[in-house]
């Protein structure tokens, strides 16, 4: 699922496109929205499903007669019979058009232009694209059954052919037709480029909000009247943009989290912000949630009231680089002062590196090919090289600091129980830059499923106590599945080379020249990078096996450090009178 380092790279990426388009044509990037109810899901009668509401709050206070439709405007026939009685079927019609804003909270995004706004949260692998507005008018106008197993449920959720011009030719072949189709719920239509929300698992979610006139840039921003209302009820503050709040709202998760029943809400009240408007009932079901919590994984991924955008991958890699076991429980955390500081502290520092301007150069890059959909190699590979650190990978590069953090504590040790006192060997630390291959386990509790470095025992109240430690299969040997990252999206995956199916020829590779500022890419990797990069997955994983079931722990034994270890350790060299050749340069320029 789409998480806060997704999430703020769309809105990047958006605002990436306005700013380009108003440098180059001097004038708003204007858009207008565009719904398409032939693709949302259908749900069961068991399980009912809901793609798309609409606001009908007083603030929002558009009427239908803003916007009289075409006379001779007819509706994809389609379209017509999925919203037919619906709150969103006044929106088939061709909507004005207005400039365009964006903006994230946590793990939902708005886009607004003219006098409607729609709040997008994605499901498990909904995602934006952008596409040339010519192709993305063609590929409307070609749709087919979707994606079911069922063939009248696949009639009624319809899929659209993409065309060839945004497809990348030689890539691997599909296993069922040699078409390619996406599922588009709604558009932001521009002048010359359309963003597309797509969501070939149709889990993602629409809001449509209105206003009797057209949005602006102030409508979006926290101090607006209108901020508490464009969001879901159940999300708190953004730690970009509300990190204050959002320390607030953890402080409230915390008072919730060390009561023993919901006779602390009154004390809520008085922790709550007076910006932050929640109901008695939302606090209710706040205190629920935070006691009902078996582990600290478990609470932040379920509370969005106050880790709003935290996600299993994201509070996975967290609680690693805060030295925190995931199964713990939650009101040990809180009852530590010093863990719970570490944690209230690090949720915003760690959410700041996915607007950084190392991260949007690593993996928001744009490839310079003429195909919308291809695939992001570049960005997957930085993406999982160096933001990803153990959810769903067998090793882990840890920073010395952070490795000797948990060697000091025994978390290593497979003979020490955590919070017990421990005294560690220097043999034990790392007096190197980087720790390199430290093996990650995989910790299965039931449904729950744990990705840490330790191997330290459990107490055995903690969620994964008992769990042995396995090895966990690796985003790096997924192959062409979907996995994490900006480039991870199933649209994209359809465009990935195949190394076995890339034809071998001498001489250098032909570069693709799209006319686009930025050096030249190739037409298509080469197939011993592919190899390489197909085969390395697989390697780490079995190696990782092999040290499973050969390792020792540190604690049998005292093992005399290795040369390099012996090396590093030597912090200060005796000064010397030689003269150097630098230094006697130095000597001759004074």
């Not at 319809?158 to 296993?175: D, I, M």
């Not at 101090?223 to 402080?251: C, F, K, T």
Request: glycine share 6%; with cysteine; net charge positive.
């Amino acid at each position: 699922m789409p998480e806060l380092d997704i999430l703020h790279g769309f809105e990047y990426q958006t605002l990436r496109a306005i700013k380009q388009w108003e440098r180059l044509r001097g004038r708003p990037f204007n858009a207008r929205i565009q719904l398409f109810p032939r693709v949302f899901a259908l749900g069961t009668k068991n399980k009912p499903y809901t793609t798309c509401t609409v606001e009908q709050s007083e603030l929002f206070n558009y009427t239908e007669d803003l916007e009289p439709p075409p006379a001779d405007y007819q509706p994809a026939p389609q379209d017509i019979v999925r919203s037919k009685g619906k709150p969103y079927e006044p929106y088939l019609k061709p909507l004005h058009t207005g400039a365009l804003q964006v903006k994230v909270r946590g793990k939902e995004i708005v886009f607004a232009a003219g006098y409607h706004a729609l709040r997008v949260h994605f499901g498990l692998e909904g995602t934006i694209i952008m596409v040339p507005t010519t192709a993305y008018e063609k590929m409307v106008q070609t749709d087919c059954p979707g994606n079911s197993k069922e063939k009248h449920r696949a009639d009624r959720m319809r899929s659209f052919v993409v065309p060839p011009e945004l497809t990348v030719p030689g890539a691997r072949p599909l296993p069922k037709s040699s078409q390619q189709t996406i599922a588009i719920f709604a558009a932001i239509v521009g002048e010359e480029e359309t963003i597309i929300v797509v969501d070939h698992n149709r889990l993602t979610r629409l809001n449509v909000m209105s206003l009797n006139r057209p949005w602006c840039s102030a409508d979006l921003q926290p101090d607006s009247q209108l901020w508490p209302s464009l969001w879901s009820a159940n999300h708190g503050p953004d730690w970009i943009y509300e990190a204050d709040l959002a320390r607030a709202m953890v402080d409230v998760w915390r008072r919730a989290t060390l009561a023993i029943d919901t006779s602390c809400i009154p004390e809520l009240l008085e922790l709550l912000p007076a910006t932050l408007k929640l109901s008695m009932d939302d606090l209710c079901a706040l205190v629920t949630k935070a006691q009902r919590a078996s582990s600290i994984l478990a609470a932040l991924v379920s509370i969005q009231e106050a880790f709003n955008g935290y996600g299993q991958h994201t509070a996975t890699d967290l609680l690693h680089s805060l030295v925190i076991w995931p199964g713990m429980p939650p009101r040990e955390v809180c009852a530590d002062e010093q863990m719970y500081a570490a944690l209230r502290a690090g949720l915003s520092v760690y959410a700041s590196q996915y607007v950084s301007a190392e991260f949007r150069t690593r993996c928001l890059s744009i490839p310079n090919h003429t195909a919308a959909l291809t695939f992001n190699y570049k960005s997957d590979i930085n993406y999982i090289n160096q933001y990803l650190h153990v959810y769903r990978k067998c090793t882990v590069r840890m920073r010395a600091d952070l490795y000797n953090k948990y060697a000091m504590v025994g978390l290593f040790d497979t003979k020490h129980v955590i919070g017990a006192p421990y005294v560690a060997h220097q043999s034990q630390l790392a007096f190197v830059q980087y720790k390199r291959d430290v093996p990650v386990y995989e910790y299965k509790s039931g449904s729950t499923t744990l990705y840490s470095v330790i191997r330290a025992a459990r107490p055995l109240e903690w969620i994964g106590a008992e769990s042995v430690p396995a090895v966990p299969s690796d985003v790096r040997d997924a192959g062409f599945a979907t996995t994490i990252g900006p480039a991870s999206f199933h649209a994209f995956k359809q465009n990935q080379y195949d190394w076995q199916s890339v034809a071998t020829k001498g001489g250098r590779k032909r570069m693709e020249r799209t006319g686009k500022p930025g050096r030249p890419a190739k037409a298509r990797p080469s197939r011993g990078e592919l190899r390489r990069r197909s085969q390395h997955g697989n390697h780490v994983v079995q190696v990782s096996k092999a040290k499973l079931e050969t390792m020792e722990s540190d604690s049998d034994g005292i093992k005399p450090p290795r040369k390099r270890v012996r090396l590093a350790k030597m912090a200060e060299l005796p000064s010397s009178d030689r003269v150097t050749r630098s230094g006697c340069c130095a000597e001759v320029e004074m």
